[in-house]
């Protein structure tokens, strides 16, 4: 079966200096991946899209890359604030269907 | 995106009970998905709603367990039902995004702590 896998340790930066979580997935080979940021009590909100023939999605201070051939996504946030703290979860599209799946999160601390 | 509204945001429960969530949405969707997300865990699709039939359930989730009703396009219930502690976690409720390629709204969760 699908499995994703991102860091469960929580990954804690000075402030101004580029956070980097991974996401690895296992078994099939997705048209496309999200992350999401969750912040306490709150539900997940999109942030990017990356499509199996893009490289490499910039939004702002957000960075993320596609590596198919790895099977892996690096999601980089530059210059990061305290504010940047929260859950952040990388989602793919099931094979063969649209229901979509998330990784478990990895909890970033930005440290002011 | 759209706007979802949950309720209740939390509630702690008795062994036994059973407890309604309720989901409202700002416009009409075709599909309504229901996840739940357990401590520490990622979020787990319990089932898919569409509205004028039968909710469709993901494996390890059953109706009697977790009963939902879509009566219109923009609202929906999940009923957590004879509850027990290993029920307690974060119900969310999350339509598709207007703008497609599965992107997901959530609401802001409903947490159940069940004793």
């Known amino acids: 079966s699908q499995k994703i896998e991102q860091n469960s340790e929580a990954l804690n930066i000075q402030e101004g200096k580029t956070a980097t979580l991974t996401c690895n997935y296992t078994?099939?080979?997705?048209?496309?991946l999200q992350w999401y940021r969750q912040d306490p009590g709150r539900g997940p909100v999109f942030l990017l899209l990356?499509?199996?023939?893009?490289k490499e999605k910039r939004k702002e201070r957000l960075k993320v890359t596609f590596d198919t051939t790895l099977k892996q996504s690096l999601f980089h946030i530059t210059a990061s604030q305290p504010a940047d703290s929260a859950t952040y979860l990388c989602?793919?599209?099931?094979?063969?269907?649209?229901?979509?799946?998330f990784g478990a999160g990895t909890r970033l601390f930005v440290k002011a | 995106s759209a706007v979802i509204s949950q309720k209740p945001s939390r509630d702690i429960c008795q062994r036994g009970t059973s407890l309604t969530i309720q989901c409202q949405v700002d416009s009409q969707v075709t599909m309504m998905f229901w996840y739940r997300q357990q401590p520490g865990q990622s979020l787990t699709l319990i089932a898919t709603a569409n509205q004028g039939s039968e909710a469709t359930y993901e494996s390890g989730f059953v109706i009697d367990k977790f009963p939902i009703s879509r009566p219109n396009l923009t609202f929906s219930t999940l009923t957590v039902s004879n509850m027990s502690p290993e029920d307690s976690s974060i119900y969310l409720c999350s339509v598709e995004d207007y703008s497609g390629a599965n992107v997901l709204t959530f609401g802001a969760g409903s947490r159940l702590t069940v004793l």
């Open positions: 078994n099939y080979s997705p048209a496309y």
């Open positions: 990356i499509r199996e023939n893009e």
């Open positions: 989602a793919l599209p099931p094979p063969g269907g649209f229901k979509t799946i």
